[in-house]
Nanobody
């Protein structure tokens, strides 16, 4: 079992910044991928960014250049620095961890990010 605890979601104005954190605990294998996804009501959950065990990153085109994902392996924690936020970034942001074989996805409870004037 893996548990993910997220924090950092808030209400911010357009152009503002937020930093999300997600700490993982439990039966985590040494090699794993962590990432962030987001979802708005009525839409599918979509990838925001992922970071692998060797720090390879992947970003959605809509956030590339504005968001930065990073991880601290010693703490099993992933971060998402979000800059230049727009109302289109408003969503529930979910932390994700993928590990094991076959790979299994674990999800956090979600943290609300609202970008509004």
């Amino acid at each position: 079992q893996v548990q993910l605890v997220e924090s950092g979601g808030d209400l911010v104005q357009p152009g503002g910044s937020l930093r999300l954190s997600c700490a993982a605990s439990g039966n985590i294998f040494a090699i794993y991928v962590m990432g962030w996804y987001r979802q708005v009501p009525g839409k599918q959950r979509e990838l925001v960014a992922t970071v692998s065990n060797n720090d390879a990153t992947n970003y959605a085109g809509s956030v590339r250049g504005r968001f930065t994902i990073s991880r601290d392996n010693a703490k099993n924690t992933v971060y998402l620095q979000m800059n230049s936020l727009t109302p289109e970034d408003t969503a529930v942001y979910y932390c994700n961890l993928q590990n094991g074989f076959p790979p299994h996805n674990y999800w956090g409870q979600g943290t609300q990010v609202t970008v509004s004037s």
